[in-house]
Structure formats: structure tokens, C-alpha cells
């Protein structure tokens, strides 16, 4: 009992820190799992307990608490980015610019209340700056405020006091956001349920989508051509997945010649597909390439969804992968953050990305140990993937 006594008295050990960090963050995300008139504050709560552990008189060495701090937020901001960052500037398009508009006249407006209150109050500055940090509940703000006014003015405290400021705002941040998406919702009578479905439909209706359409040669300028001869002269970004000729089905290998009545399976943007027939040909069903027979050889071309979690082939462009050549397959379609887009030679794989091959059972077999396909990795975070 003695050791258990000396690990919660002994306030400058790092027993004594790992222990109370682990008790505020465990209790903290235990009861943010609990459900509160169908609200869950996840990890929020975890800022809650470490105020109440700390009001109860547990303290920890300010330099290990310095250290943990900037390192958590060194890890906080970085493993954000590895999330975002794949779909960052696509999130641009159309919305994405309004979006962050909008947020920049927010924390323009943020700004002058504080000015307002530090010109019309006592109040100091640094305090009010923590105070906007905890309503508007950004911790990497509150960090970089911090670490700018200490390198400023070389002392600690008023960083404290700052600190002090933010945690005396976050609950009101966390609580008047939800109060006011409540009288939002029940003011108006929203069905959240109709809004997500119709938002969806608004932004499906508005991006182009990657599909599929099979195509007869009809152009006679194309006989003659190699697969990769066409994809070059024709002035849009598009993959043929396979060919049919003679009612054979062969995967379209960037070598393979085409003559004129070959049915190709092409895989584009939707919005591209009217300009693909008018420089190929007619459209014709995609059945035959869909319609797997029942004694179907080992050589039939089936398609197959792998998620890239190998090292090896992360940031390289295809072309310099070399993937029909070591494994008898193609790639067509990358699925990455949320967008569906079409591979093409330049496209450099991402850790998570979902991508569609095109082969026989026998290559594509061969083909996923390559790419890795671990849902095991996928489950494991990678802070350290470049």
C-alpha cells in the first residue's frame, strides 16, 4: 500500500504524471460515450475531467505538462492533416470555397469582439484571447496563441492565465453550439433526415461522377491504333478497362492494337462520355463485359477493389510502378478521400486509397500482395506515412 500511497503523492514523478493522465483521459472518454438526450460529447469531456481531477487538488510538474502539451499538439495538428490532406484541395470546389469564406468572416468578427471588450472592459487581452479560443473550442489556436506571447514576452504566466480563460469558455462553446442547433432545428421544424438526403442529391447533381460506358469503334482513324496511342490522342482523361473482339473478352493492354468493331470498355467522367462517342463510336450495353458465364476460364477479366496499405507503392506515379508489366493488371479508378477519379500514368497512389484492378483470378491474386490490401493496416494508425 505504501507505493500505492507515494504514486498519487509524489506530484513530480512521471509515475504520478502517466497515471493521472491516463485516469483523466480513460474517465473523460468513458463519459463521452454515455448519450444525453441523444447527444454524445465524445472527447470533449476528457477537458472536463482534467478540470475536475485538477480542481481536486491533483497537480502535475509544469515541465512535463509543457512537454506533453506541445507534443500532443504536434500530433493533433499532424494526424489531422494526414486525414485531410488527400482531399484538401478538392474540398475547394464550389462549397468548399463558401465554406471557408464564411469561416474567415466568423473569425474576423471574433476578432473584434475581443478588441471591442479589451477597449471597453478592464479585462486583459491574453485572457480574452483564451476566452475566443474556448467559445469558438480550437486548441491549436489556444497553442499557438500561447507559444506566440511567450516567445514575446518570455514568461509563462499570462500563457497560464490565458489557459485559464479558455477552459472558463469551452463549456459555454461546446454547450451553446448545441443549444443553438436545437432551437435551430425545433424552431424551424427541420427533418434532418430530408436536409441530408437532399444535400446529398444537390451535391451528387452537381460533381461529376467516374462511370463506365462501352463503346464500338466506329472511327476508322483509330484502327490500327495502340490502347495507349489512343488514350494519348484523344483530348480527354479516360482508362479502357477491357476490349471485346469476336466475342472474346481480353484485358486492354497498353500495347494491344485496335481495329474497327471492337467493343472497348471505357472508364470516364460522366460528363466526358457524349464527347467519347462522338470521337470513338456508338454506345453499346455494357452486359458483355458485366455477364460472367458459368464456366468461365481462369482466364476470364474480372475487376477487384483493393486498399493500398504497402509502403512500397505509396507516392509513386503509375507509370513508374510498371503494373501491367509485373503483374498482368490495370488499374482504372482511384477512390481517394471521399472522390472517385480515373488513374491515368501520373496518378501517385495514397496510403488508404481504394483502387479498382482489371485482370484474370491469377494476376489479380498475385497483383494484391503488392498493393497490400490489409484491413488490419488500415485499422492502425500511420502518424509516420509520408
Not at 235 to 244: C, G
Not at 337 to 365: C, M, P, W, Y
Request: with cysteine.
Amino acid at each position: 500500500m505504501h507505493w500505492l500511497t507515494q504514486l498519487f503523492t509524489q506530484h513530480e514523478s512521471v509515475a504520478y504524471t502517466a497515471v493521472i493522465y491516463a485516469l483523466t483521459i480513460f474517465s473523460g472518454a468513458a463519459l463521452g460515450r454515455l448519450r444525453i438526450f441523444g447527444i454524445t460529447f465524445g472527447v470533449t469531456l476528457v477537458l472536463f475531467t482534467g478540470i475536475i481531477i485538477s480542481d481536486l487538488g491533483f497537480t502535475i510538474n509544469e515541465h512535463i505538462a509543457h512537454f506533453v502539451k506541445e507534443f500532443g499538439l504536434i500530433l493533433f495538428v499532424y494526424t489531422i492533416g494526414l486525414q485531410v490532406g488527400p482531399g484538401f484541395f478538392a474540398s475547394f470546389q464550389k462549397e468548399g470555397l463558401k465554406l471557408n469564406a464564411l469561416m474567415l468572416i466568423v473569425i474576423l468578427f471574433d476578432i473584434l469582439i475581443v478588441l471591442a471588450f479589451f477597449r471597453f472592459t478592464n479585462n486583459d487581452l491574453p485572457t480574452l484571447v483564451g476566452i475566443m479560443q474556448g467559445a469558438v473550442t480550437n486548441t491549436p489556436g489556444l497553442g499557438a496563441a500561447q507559444q506566440t506571447l511567450t516567445n514575446l514576452i518570455g514568461d509563462g504566466t499570462l500563457a497560464v492565465q490565458m489557459a485559464a480563460g479558455y477552459a472558463a469558455a469551452y463549456p459555454g462553446g461546446v454547450m451553446g453550439l448545441i443549444a443553438a442547433i436545437f432551437l435551430v432545428k425545433y424552431g424551424f421544424r427541420i427533418n434532418v433526415a430530408a436536409e441530408k438526403r437532399l444535400t446529398l442529391r444537390r451535391l451528387r447533381a452537381g460533381t461529376a461522377s467516374v462511370t463506365r460506358i462501352a463503346l464500338q469503334v466506329d472511327n476508322p482513324m483509330l484502327a490500327g491504333k495502340t490502347v495507349a496511342a489512343v488514350r494519348q490522342i484523344l483530348p480527354t482523361s479516360f482508362a479502357i478497362s477491357r476490349l471485346s473482339r469476336d466475342g472474346e473478352i481480353t484485358l486492354a493492354e497498353e500495347n494491344k492494337r485496335i481495329q474497327q468493331g471492337d467493343i472497348l470498355l471505357i472508364i470516364a467522367r460522366d460528363d466526358e462520355t457524349e464527347r467519347l462517342m462522338t470521337l470513338i463510336g456508338s454506345q453499346v450495353s455494357t452486359s458483355i463485359f458485366s455477364d460472367k458465364p458459368r464456366t468461365a476460364s481462369p482466364a476470364y477479366i474480372n475487376a477487384m477493389r483493393v486498399n493500398i496499405t504497402q509502403s512500397a507503392v505509396c507516392n509513386k506515379k503509375l507509370s513508374s510502378l510498371n503494373i501491367h508489366e509485373r503483374f498482368g493488371v490495370n488499374i482504372t479508378r482511384v477512390r481517394r478521400a471521399g472522390i472517385e477519379f480515373v488513374a491515368d500514368r501520373n496518378t501517385r497512389l495514397q496510403f488508404g486509397d481504394s483502387i479498382t484492378l482489371i485482370g484474370d483470378d491469377a494476376h489479380l491474386k498475385h497483383a494484391v500482395t503488392a498493393f497490400g490490401n490489409s484491413k488490419r493496416d488500415l485499422q492502425i494508425p500511420h502518424i509516420a506515412e509520408l
